[in-house]
């Protein structure tokens, strides 16, 4: 082995899908199915979103490129394995599709990626899924052109190669994760965030700023060891292009958050976060996310009671952008003598105003949690359900993660993470 391929990574990647933004870019999409030579697409959205209209509204955009547009609104919000194999099923189940377009928010996004993955490919949604919880298998034929096209600003699914969902019978999330899954083009219109309720609108304001916060803060590139080219992966670490999409993304939402909630009709706020998102996915989805994703995802899959204001139906849930800002607090604790600079950074991109002090390891903390009560995040683990006695269950549910756990700064034992569900049962 050469010193050139021994010791220490010194190489970092970087993948984004083509982007289109700004008011009245979904218009468009019909013109930009044309680009790919589809004549047979399946737009896929969820029952909330498309009694909003701009699903069929974009469907009958394309068909004035002679270009067919099915519509198919049954995905479900927070996604699982069963209600992804009924989409999968549907598309199967209607002939071949030249390309895919997901109108909604990460659930939509990453349904439509988990069809396109298994009409371009055999097998079933658990072959695919990361391992352990799934088998892990990667795609053996290309995947076709997918348009994402976000009507939430938080998930940045329309960046990211990775579709996440709820495994119904092991009570876990997971997700699948493949360069093949990243869309083709993102279209961003703010125009179609402004029916966002404010509940929603704070949830997902919270994963796109988890997104950045959580990338700016991973673990550097340089520290992993060196990959050979057929082992790199999607989430890399932090890295300069990632740095610089985070930082922008935090500097905007700093002021576009909070008046998102409280006006959502304020069009500059809402473009605000539609940019804010799209930085977040532009620097996450090549650096990573780490400890509150990993810990949100059986705070989402074990939840009993809790239903969310603001969300259709009536089934327990905790939204995703709820669950990982929930423990956040506690996990950039944990994480700030790792990087002592990155996290005073991220607190002062968020609140250039705001003094703290105290111990320098609380001021992102305390940021957090100014901006959560200021948004109506709940006060942690405890008003979603979870009591101290869940922590050895979510723990385990945590270490299932090992993809995101790979990306914190600083190695998290399953002692360390129990700390941080516990700090994160009452946050203020």
């Not at 899924?129 to 298998?137: F, Q």
């Not at 991973?218 to 060196?226: L, S």
Request: hydrophobic share 40%; with cysteine.
């Amino acid at each position: 082995m050469t010193s050139a391929t021994a010791g220490r990574e010194t190489v970092f990647t970087y993948g984004a899908p083509a982007l289109k933004y700004g008011t009245g870019s979904s218009d468009e999409i019909g013109y930009d199915l044309t680009q790919y030579g589809a004549r047979r697409v399946l737009v896929l959205t969820d029952p909330g979103v498309a009694a909003t209209g701009w699903p069929q509204r974009i469907a009958e955009g394309i068909e004035t490129y002679g270009i067919e547009a099915v519509v198919f609104d049954g995905v479900h919000v927070e996604p699982t394995d069963v209600s992804m194999r009924k989409a999968v099923d549907f598309a199967r189940g209607q002939g071949e599709w030249d390309a895919f377009v997901a109108v909604g928010g990460g659930s939509a996004i990453d349904t439509a990626k988990a069809v396109n993955l298994l009409t371009s490919n055999d097998g079933d949604l658990m072959d695919y899924v990361n391992a352990p919880v799934g088998g892990g298998r990667a795609p053996s034929s290309p995947l076709k052109p997918l348009v994402a096209v976000p009507t939430t600003t938080g998930t940045g699914s329309e960046s990211t190669t990775v579709c996440v969902l709820d495994v119904l019978s092991l009570r876990v999330k997971s997700g699948i994760s493949h360069l093949r899954m990243r869309p083709s083009l993102a279209v961003v219109d703010p125009r179609l965030t402004v029916s966002q309720p404010p509940e929603v609108t704070a949830a997902s304001g919270m994963d796109i700023l988890c997104h950045a916060a959580e990338s700016y803060t991973a673990k550097p590139y340089t520290e992993f060891d060196r990959k050979r080219p057929q082992d790199r992966v999607p989430y890399c670490g932090s890295n300069p292009l990632a740095d610089m999409f985070a930082e922008q993304s935090l500097r905007l939402l700093s002021w576009a958050l909070p008046a998102a909630v409280r006006d959502g009709s304020d069009l500059k706020a809402r473009e605000a976060m539609a940019l804010a998102a799209t930085f977040a996915g532009l620097g996450f989805g090549n650096a990573g996310v780490h400890i509150p994703h990993a810990n949100a995802y059986p705070i989402a899959g074990q939840v009993r009671e809790f239903h969310p204001p603001g969300y259709p139906g009536d089934e327990a849930m905790v939204p995703h952008g709820m669950a990982v800002s929930l423990t956040a607090p506690a996990a950039f604790r944990f994480t700030f003598d790792a990087a002592p600079d990155r996290h005073i950074r991220v607190a002062r991109l968020l609140a250039p105003d705001y003094e703290w002090p105290g111990d320098l390891r609380d001021h992102l903390p305390a940021v957090l949690g100014q901006i959560m009560r200021e948004i109506g995040i709940p006060n942690g683990i405890g008003a979603v359900g979870y009591t101290e006695s869940d922590v050895d269950s979510l723990v385990s549910g945590t270490v299932k993660q090992q993809r995101l756990l790979a990306t914190a700064p600083r190695e998290a034992s399953e002692a360390d993470l129990a700390v941080i569900l516990r700090e994160s049962v009452t946050l203020w």
